[in-house]
């Protein structure tokens, strides 16, 4: 996450750089590149990590044809290690996956990367901390003395700062370790790391699958700031201007996908388990069942960004100190390419 934040920042000075007596060309090449031999349009869609569920309503639009019938043809691509952003930003990708809380670098300022977030991939932020039963951490005060696996961002400690101090603990008294977690499950059985900051829907159904038995506390339950939009959809802002039936065409799809795997989550995980065979799928089918109601909620439509909790959780990264930039209302995302329903 660190690595990212600082790449959306040099991003923003590559991407301008890439401009003048080269742009012409560049242009030229990407536009007789940009239909299919049985013209349809291409799209390149990075992902922000290898697939999960999270991706599950894209992997169902481009299997049961959803994105055919749009006259699309969508390369759904893995990102490299500058993260999504720099890609979409560059206008190598029409559209990717982020996150409210990291891209933020990238969208304010003056020299911020033309990207917006489009759609919510997720209704509401199912991201807390995990830790092993019993061992006093079912609350954020129970941080105290305890290894916490950090990734050591200003918005990440500004965060557990708030919930703690709200439940009468001190953040001084956290025992911050490095993240190197890629596994949570064994981080926590070994003991390496007491707490570590997850998304239920992947991480702690891992842990359910797994038989460890766990506490875990939500951000958004303690304090409703806290239930801002991760993951989401962004696109090119200048290419989604240009092409803006093209962008329509492409979410309405990726809704039919989500919609889909919201009904049929057994089959929808069946289908990113075909796309992605490396994934364990009764991992996979667990978590679809957990993410069935997690992709649209109680929201009116599927990918629906509601502007007071977008704004209002910018709003307290600027109260707290965390950008050195203004940030206006309604910075870094927009509903108008979604179908109005």
Sequence with gaps: MKKRILAV???????????????????????AEDTSENGNEKITFVLDWT???????LYVAQEKGYFEEAGLEVEIVQPPQDGAEVLVASGKAQFGISFQDTM????????????EAVAAVLQHNTSGIVSRKGEGLQRPRGLEGKKYATWDLDIEKATLKQVMEADGGDFDKVE????????EVSALESKSADAIWIFYGWA?????????????????????????YTPVIIGNSEWMQENEGTAKAFLKAAEKGYTFAIKN??????ILCEA????????????????????QAEAKQWGYIDPQRWNGFYNWIQENGLSETEIPENTGFTNAYLEQE
């Design 9 to 31: 920042l040099l991003a923003a000075v590559l991407v301008g750089t890439t401009s003048g007596c080269g742009a012409e060309k560049t242009q030229e090449s990407d536009a």
């Design 51 to 57: 697939p999960n569920t999270n991706h599950t309503g």
């Design 104 to 115: 933020m670098p990238a969208v304010v300022g003056e020299e911020a990367l033309p990207i």
């Design 176 to 183: 911050l370790i490095p993240s190197t977690v890629t596994d």
């Design 204 to 228: 702690g159904i891992a842990a359910e699958v797994a038989g460890l038995e766990t506490d875990f506390f939500e951000f958004r339950e303690i304090a409703p700031v806290f239930d801002y």
């Design 265 to 270: 989550p057994k089959e929808a995980g069946e």
């Design 276 to 295: 992605a065979p490396e994934l364990d799928g009764e991992m996979v089918q667990a978590s679809q069942e957990y993410m069935k109601d997690q992709y």
